[in-house]
């Protein structure tokens, strides 16, 4: 009966709708994966032309993720994601149509690559905004736990197989037509929801905000602050940069005024810059060069982490909030990661595989807790901005310590590497527990009462 409980949010017709789209959304991001690759290989490029590809994505991540924060809590979250996918159509579907006939360039790749990535970078604020307007908070943590099931499923294992075996039937020019199928139904989905007030206002008030903050329940509530926030009615004009800067501005301070936000980015920051390099650059040499496996058996643990991921998803989807949500979650990133020691160190694959599986369900079930931490603490209007912060953190991170793997690896060998990978973040899970004093807020703040109590 516990797995039910997941299922939980499906009851409520919007949110059908909304996770219809984002399976649609997911499948088709998945698929692109493997259709830009095969597409730039059928140009007659190589690592090179790939590389400007995905660092026009990456830019264009970039570029967006905060200010798309700013926007999330402007705009109808709504339109926001209909423009997003509908523009993602477009740009993929046109680079389907020059390819299928013989008309494609890098050029062309590289131009709807960066408008994927911009209309990606807008995605992710406005999707965790709006949430909470579809479901009531005790649904929160397993809609969280649909995507964590979702996104891994999606997006690293079908949506790369179906793309395979479409590029392998007939061309990298049909994968991207099912790219943009993929997009065109996630925007389509869209269309039917209806939340009313679905228009943010401004808070520019940082002090005010942090206030709500301290009863945060109330203020995510479906359709909170849509209708109760000051408007900008009869306040002086703002040059449009300003005001987006203030609005940033305005997340930031709340950021820095609330501890278990700071506390948790801050130690997801230097997690990521701990593990991802040696995850995704270092890994496959280890593979090679300790288990004498090859592409396969690196699919193969790529595979277990996805799997794990949907799992340990799953698992916190079906049971309550856990009481010390704080301790648990940044213990679930931290303790979770030493398996990672495994990876560089061990000879065998199948123990390689069980550390990957092991990883990807406590980061998983820790990534769950953390999306439904922000819908239930962040006031609504300061939700995507938020939200937005942590996006930036880890595309900014994530970078870093790709570039840094190497070079570390060259100085502490492999097995070092992957041994610092896995206890640093442990250590600084302690670390952060401690100083920002967690386990006395979640006791102050606790989540996993009736949360439709808070409601009355």
């Not at 131009?111 to 909470?132: E, K, T």
């Not at 595979?303 to 989807?317: E, N």
């Not at 931490?373 to 595309?395: H, I, N, T, W, Y």
Request: net charge neutral; hydrophobic share 55%; with cysteine.
């Amino acid at each position: 009966m516990r797995a039910v409980a997941a299922l939980r949010p499906l009851r409520h017709r919007d949110y059908r709708l909304l996770a219809a789209s984002l399976v649609a959304s997911l499948f088709g991001a998945g698929v692109l994966v493997v259709a830009l690759v095969w597409q730039v290989v059928a140009l007659g490029g190589g690592p090179g032309q790939l590389g400007w590809v995905t660092t026009a994505q990456a830019g264009g991540l970039l570029i967006t993720a905060l200010p798309g924060g700013v926007l999330a809590d402007r705009l109808p979250q709504r339109v926001i994601l209909l423009c997003v996918e509908g523009v993602k159509a477009v740009a993929i579907g046109g680079c389907a149509a020059l390819s299928l006939t013989g008309q494609l360039h890098l050029g062309h790749l590289i131009a709807a690559a960066l408008v994927g990535g911009v209309a990606d970078g807008l995605y992710y604020p406005a999707y965790s905004a709006f949430l909470p307007k579809l479901v009531p908070a005790e649904d929160l943590l397993p809609a969280n736990g649909l995507e964590g099931i979702f996104r891994p499923t999606l997006l690293n294992a079908v949506g790369p197989a179906v793309a395979g075996a479409v590029v392998a039937a007939i061309s990298p020019g049909a994968a991207l037509t099912l790219a943009a199928l993929g997009a065109a139904l996630a925007a389509g989905a869209l269309l039917p929801v209806q939340v009313p007030g679905d228009m943010p206002g401004r808070v520019t008030d940082a002090a005010t905000a942090v206030r709500t903050g301290d009863n945060a329940d109330d203020s995510c509530a479906p359709g909170a602050g849509s209708d109760s926030r000051p408007t900008d009615q009869g306040t002086p004009h703002v040059h449009p940069v300003a005001s987006v800067l203030t609005d940033l501005l305005d997340g930031f301070r709340f950021m820095v005024a609330t501890p278990w936000l700071w506390a948790t980015l801050g130690f997801a920051s230097l997690a990521v810059l701990a593990i991802m390099g040696p995850f995704d650059v270092l890994l496959p040499f280890a593979i090679k060069d300790h288990a004498g496996g090859g592409p396969s058996d690196h699919a193969l643990v790529l595979a277990a982490f996805g799997i794990g991921g949907a799992l340990g998803s799953l698992v916190v989807a079906s049971r309550p909030m856990p009481r010390r949500y704080l301790t648990s979650m940044i213990l679930l990133w931290g303790w979770g990661s030493l398996p990672v020691v495994l990876m560089g160190t061990t000879g065998s694959i199948w123990v390689m595989v069980s550390a990957a599986f092991v990883v990807g369900a406590a980061f998983q079930a820790a990534t769950v807790i953390w999306g439904t931490l922000l819908q239930r603490r962040v006031p609504a209007a300061l939700l995507g901005r938020v939200s937005s912060l942590d996006f930036f953190v880890s595309l900014l991170f994530m970078p870093i310590s790709m570039a840094l793997a190497v070079p570390v690896s060259s100085v502490v060998g492999l097995s070092g590497t992957f041994v610092a990978a896995g206890a640093v973040p442990a250590t600084l899970a302690m670390v952060f527990i401690y100083v920002a004093k967690l386990p006395a807020d979640e006791i102050a703040h606790p989540l996993d009462r009736d949360a439709r109590s808070s409601r009355a």
